[in-house]
């Protein structure tokens, strides 16, 4: 949720041009899993920040906490131990969050019009204000992010701290990591920082680490620095091709205005069967033959 | 008008009343369905009382008219079995549009084509059932796994699209078809009219009654 806004790329469930005489930079956020400690400083930041208190949970004998997204957790880190290679034991966590998908299926899914939007930087942020809580966000995203609040049935997720970037100050889990493991920028300098990053881990024997900004989603505004980009799955189940999917993209398609149009066809056909052939009435010979029973 | 001689009873006071609660059913949940179908459509959250009220109300109301279906399905589903006179009807169908029904073979209480209508209609209920009852968040979705709720929603986008042609085509045939309104409305038809488009149902009723 965020302020009225002159830079609006896409809004959701709208034929005609959004608002977007200005035009804002394309920013991203770089998480780098290989310089994160799993301190949760970034999940404390995000609830002070957008001032959310989730109820206390309980422990479930893993370190992630709390276990899953939801309306009050817009951010949470997802622990995995994983062994490539044999006595080499490897902590992967992961800062799990919306991606802010260059073509985010939650705003090709939503039906109510401006309840999601996509800012000329890159931000895509829901507009709770517009929404009416059909879940069809969840349906349409590749990366299971949405949450429908149970108190108020509307979908929540992270902003990428929207009004903080529009003032110009960095989201509130970049400011308060203390590794600087995440960072945030122009997109092109973000990437470029995130080359260096690449090159030193290769360096340090991890061949294949790499960026994820994956190609499908239309690239994203939130990346990471994977040791094992070739492996996004061992990172608590990133997607390795993530798209949206193609039922999806059929739902919301151009089947839609051509079944519309099929429907006004047929109220048309109807109406004009009826100008040129007239009703379908009893004929006179029947009607006689009743006349003269009846007599 | 019961005692008219010259009328026929057609359908009971039960059936008429069930027909009509199916009938607004199907208006309010077309009209709520729309909404989320395409934006063109969402103009009509306000025949709701917006798109929150739309989106609660719409599922409500499909577990109504799924009930109302059911009981129409168990009532008629007996006299809605095709026969192989039907197919020769369906050939014929084209001819009896233009105009000319000359040809027509004779038709039960429900022609070929009305019979084809209660299983299509049938087929659209239960693909809409299933799948709207997937895509209802507030209790079932979490529940399924994604790809489900994603083939849910195509299918239930579609089936919707599909049962209101039908309910479109139906709607107007029963204009089309002079006196027919008032079957359902009032329960009986003249005997005129059952012996011009449902002579085989007209001799049987006959017959009864001699
Ligand atoms: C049989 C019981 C039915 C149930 C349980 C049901 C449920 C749903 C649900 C949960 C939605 C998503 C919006 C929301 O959360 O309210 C929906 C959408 C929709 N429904 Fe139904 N529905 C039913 C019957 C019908 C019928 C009979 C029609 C057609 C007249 C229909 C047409 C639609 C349409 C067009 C949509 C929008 C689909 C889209 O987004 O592409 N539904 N329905």
Redesign the interface.
Known sequence: MALQSLDIKRRS???TPPPGVRKSPEVAKLIDISKCIGCKACQTACMEWNDLRDDIGKTTGIYDNPRDLDENNWTVMRFSEVELERGKLEWLIRKDGCMHCGDPGCLKAC???GAVIQYSNGIVDFHEE?C?????C??GCPF?IPR?SKKD?KAYKCTLCSDRVSAGVEPACVKTCPTGAITFGAKEEIIHHANGRIADLKGRGFANAGIYDPEGVGKTHVMYVLQHADKPGIYSNLPENPGI?P??S??KGA???L??L??GA??AG?FF??VT???????EE??K??ENE?R | MKNDK?KIARFTPAERVNHWVLALTFILLALSGL????????FL?NLFG???W???LHPFIGIVMAISFAAMFFKFKGENVLTPGDREWLKHARE????D?SHMPEAGKFNAGQKLLFWLLLLCMALLLLSGLI?W??YF?NIFP??M???A??LH??SG?GI??LI??HI?LA?????SMGAMLYGYV????A???HPAWFRQVNGEEK
Request: glycine residues 8%; proline residues 4%; positive net charge.
């Open positions: 469930a709208t034929t039906p109510a019009p517009s009416i809580g059909c879940g069809y969840i349906t299971d429908i049935a999917s039922m999806v059929l739902w089947a839609k205005p079944a519309s099929a429907l047929v109220a109807a069967h009826y052939k007239g009703a379908n009435e009893v004929s029947i009607e033959e009743f009846k | 010259d909404v989320f179908f395409h934006p063109s459509f969402y959250n917006g798109g929150v739309a989106r609660i009896m549009f233009e105009g029904d895509i968040r507030r979705s994604v790809w709720v994603r083939f929603s195509l986008a579609a699209a209101i042609a479109m085509g107007y204009i089309w078809t002079r006196e003249r005997r005129a009219w012996r011009q488009h």
